[in-house]
């Protein structure tokens, strides 16, 4: 029966125009699983296309339950975005509603899997910790919108051009900015930025991929023990994550805590920034805790 009533309730929304949208009802309609995603939508398809982000500001994206008036925007969408895998509930809601165009992000960039303590088929997720494959996804994002509107098709493509030049510019900055550092090993709330292998940091999670997971003892003392060894002077919390174990980590071992965003969402301490801004805080947040030259 509920299932009933809220299919009939996503038809009414979506035949009355009900939407996240109704700032530009007549332009193109693109939905975006979390903020990343929006980023890229909104730098490629400018001022021609309306953006809905289905992960409310604040929100942890993995744990994302779609409502009624969410579901509709991906129906009505003339493109959506997800990443499968992340956000099942956007990926059953995509399976089942969506009629325009979609990209998966994880197909499009290329998944790498975890490190350590992971089967090879578990693959992380957060790539848009790497900035070229944000350059990828934001090229086929610029594919995908001149052919459903070819009246404006060398716009999207130079939107794209100009994203991958800033994000090729932010590329270049990491490698030069952690080229030379004391230390390499960073420990993070959870493990969300195994993407920064490429630039030689070295990922000592406290959590696994759910920043509320509770770390076993064994691991608390393996952490305890490089921190040690290592000379770590930082504990790296999150903002969408509860500073509990971080803090209390740190707290044991008498280091300092800092922010390491994982950029997942946007809060109200970051809602003036983007990710662009948001990756270069990072940076030198990275740089200041491994004494980098």
């Not at 995603?37 to 779609?66: C, F, K, M, N, S």
């Not at 969408?240 to 008498?254: C, I, K, N, V």
């Not at 300092?256 to 030198?284: C, F, H, K, V």
Request: proline letters at 5%.
């Amino acid at each position: 029966m509920r299932a009933a009533l809220g299919a009939v309730a996503l038809t009414l929304i979506v035949a009355s125009g009900c939407s996240a949208f109704e700032d530009d009802p007549d332009g193109l309609q693109i939905a975006a699983g979390f903020y990343p995603l929006q980023y890229v939508a909104e730098r490629v398809a400018g001022d021609l296309a309306a953006v809905d982000d289905l992960t409310t500001p604040g929100q942890e994206p993995h744990d994302l339950e779609l409502t009624i008036k969410e579901t509709a925007v991906i129906a009505r969408a003339d493109l959506v975005i997800h990443e499968e895998g992340l956000q099942p509930a956007v990926d059953d809601a995509v399976e089942q509603n969506a009629v325009g165009e979609v990209i998966d992000a994880a197909g499009v960039v290329g998944l790498e899997p975890f490190e350590d303590g992971a089967p090879e088929s578990d693959l992380d997720p957060h790539f848009w910790l790497d900035p070229l494959r944000m350059a990828d996804l934001g090229d086929t994002v610029a594919e995908v919108l001149a052919n459903l509107d070819l009246d404006h098709a060398d716009e999207y493509v130079a939107n794209a051009a100009a994203l991958r030049a800033d994000l090729e510019d932010l590329d270049q900055a990491y490698s030069a900015g952690l080229a030379t550092c004391e230390r390499q090993t960073i420990v993070v709330s959870h493990d969300a930025f195994g993407y920064l292998g490429k630039y030689g940091v070295e990922i000592a999670p406290i959590a696994g991929l759910s920043p509320g997971a509770e770390p076993t003892p064994a691991v608390l003392a393996d952490l305890q023990q490089l921190i040690e060894e290592d000379g770590i002077t930082t504990v790296f919390g999150e903002r969408l994550a509860s500073p509990r174990l971080t803090e209390s980590l740190a707290d044991d071992m008498g280091v300092q805590t800092a922010i390491l965003d994982p950029i997942e969402g946007l809060t109200d301490e970051t809602a003036d920034e983007d990710y662009l801004s948001i990756m270069r805080t990072n940076l030198d947040a990275l740089r200041e805790a491994n004494a980098c030259t």
